[in-house]
């Protein structure tokens, strides 16, 4: 998998417990690309079910599962050995093997196919993402989120990736 260099990152909430939801939304209205990195580090045998959320309002209002799948990479680094990425079926989300390590799993997101909020058009469009990850209470999780911008520019002129 091959990320393009320059992107502006942005941590969703800081490492957390794997039982500990995430509630923070960023604005991809901007975006060409947003790659959503999830990095768990299972301590027992026990898997891990992480699923990107789409929502049309900052606060996180009419979340929903992406409705279509994405292009997935994802690995596992067990008792010192490198973490290998490989690519996965393309899927809505996706949940780690039951094996102690760390985890690492990539999506690749094209904001524009996001879409509107079906059942009340009016609502407005799907601009807002996040990532839910749930795992075990003695796991460590953290999400971060690499955007790329629409328009290539030297500096960052907007705040709205931030909500």
């Known amino acids: 998998m091959l990320i393009p260099e320059n992107l502006i990152p942005i941590p969703v909430g800081s490492p957390r417990l794997g039982n500990t939801a995430i509630t923070e939304y960023i604005n991809v209205s901007e975006a060409q690309e947003v790659y959503i990195v999830v990095l768990s580090t299972n301590a027992a045998a026990t898997d891990t079910v992480c699923t990107p959320l789409k929502a049309y ?18 690995g596992v680094a067990v008792a010192g050995a490198a973490l290998t990425l490989t690519r996965q079926t393309d899927a809505a989300n ?59 520019s030297d500096t960052i002129a907007t705040t709205r990736w931030i909500v």
Do not use: M
């Open 94 to 152: 996706y949940t780690t093997d039951a094996t102690a390590g760390v985890h690492e799993v990539i999506f690749k997101i094209d904001p524009t196919a996001l879409g509107w909020e079906a059942t009340v058009p009016s609502l407005g469009e799907y601009k807002y993402l996040s990532c839910t990850v749930d795992g075990d209470v003695a796991d460590y999780v953290a999400c971060t989120f690499y955007v790329v911008p629409r328009y290539q």
């Open 57 to 74: 309002a900052a606060a996180g209002t009419g979340s929903a599962v992406l409705g279509f799948n994405v292009p997935i990479y994802a």
